[in-house]
């Protein structure tokens, strides 16, 4: 409704007029403008996405530290009370380490230092890798192994390949490490193969495969060869986003692993 006050309209209702500039403004919304609006969208989201992605990678990472070390603590106290360090336990077929390859001894659970699974399951415990479910983490020491049945192998022995002069430096290269115990270092236990840590420059080591583990990736590195997981080589850094999230324990006693690089 308008009014002629001295030959000029005025509105008598301000609040029709307000609604009509609204509507105006609504249909001005065109698609090119929706369009803008869905692409900054899109854009937001695929920077916010791989930066929570890699949070959360980071938070397991610490979690998996945090359950290696507890490992750790159950390997010391099993030595404590048996003077001996637990057998590796190998697959009597050679196994598959993204499968029940060493996966953690079943002496650890039977003794109640790690807590055990229910009856008939393939894990020797609880403590799952969170890369790898369904699968305990890993273990590996120098010295007894067990390759059937829970019996302990009188004829051969676990090693690991160190590198030359390690922890101080590192490689993959086989020229510049060796299989521990050598073949003197055997010769001093001929008969006892629980001794060999007390020699060797790592005693042992619990792992985790890691993030996005492929076997191709480790074969093509280490040809084909179990060479792992002590050279710092394949270790996983938040760079490389992949490798073994690891610890072990040194002859000296000291422990050492990815947990002082991943963060």
């Known amino acids: ?10 509105d008598s209702c301000p609040a029709a007029k307000a609604m009509d500039l609204f509507l105006q403004m609504k249909r001005a919304f065109t698609l090119v ?3 803008f609006v869905i692409f900054i969208i899109a854009m ?25 070390r507890q490992i750790g603590l159950a390997l010391e106290l099993y030595y404590n ?7 590796t336990q190998a697959d ?9 390859l060493y996966q953690l001894p079943k002496v650890l659970v039977t003794n109640r230092y ?3 699974t229910s009856h008939g399951e393939a894990m020797s415990t609880t403590m799952e890798d969170r890369f790898n479910r369904g699968h305990t983490y890993k273990y590996r020491s120098v ?5 059937d049945r829970d019996i302990i192998h009188k004829k051969i022995w676990s090693k690991l ?7 101080a430096s590192s490689s993959i290269s086989l020229s510049e490490g060796q299989w521990r115990p050598n073949d003197d270092e055997c010769k001093l236990y001929p008969e006892d193969h629980s001794l060999f840590p007390l020699i060797s420059p790592v005693r042992w080591v619990v792992f985790s495969v890691g993030p996005r583990f492929d076997e191709q990736w480790l074969e093509e590195k280490l040809n084909f060869e179990a060479r792992y997981p002590v050279p710092k080589e394949l270790w996983y850094t938040s760079d490389k986003r992949r490798g073994f999230i690891v610890r072990m324990e040194l002859k000296k006693g000291t422990q050492i692993g990815s947990f002082g690089r991943s963060l």
Request: charged share 15%.
């Open 1 to 10: 409704m308008e009014l002629n006050l001295g030959g000029r309209a005025v």
């Open 143 to 147: 010295g007894e192994i067990i390759k």
């Open 44 to 68: 937001l989201m695929g920077i916010l996405i791989p930066a929570m992605s890699r949070a959360r990678e980071q938070a397991k990472v610490v979690v998996v530290n945090t359950e290696l």
């Open 81 to 87: 009370d048996n003077q001996k360090y637990p057998p």
């Open 33 to 35: 403008e929706l369009l």
């Open 114 to 116: 790690l807590p055990s």
């Open 161 to 167: 390949w160190i590198p030359n002069h390690f922890p």
């Open 92 to 100: 009597c077929s050679g196994g598959s380490l993204a499968s029940h």
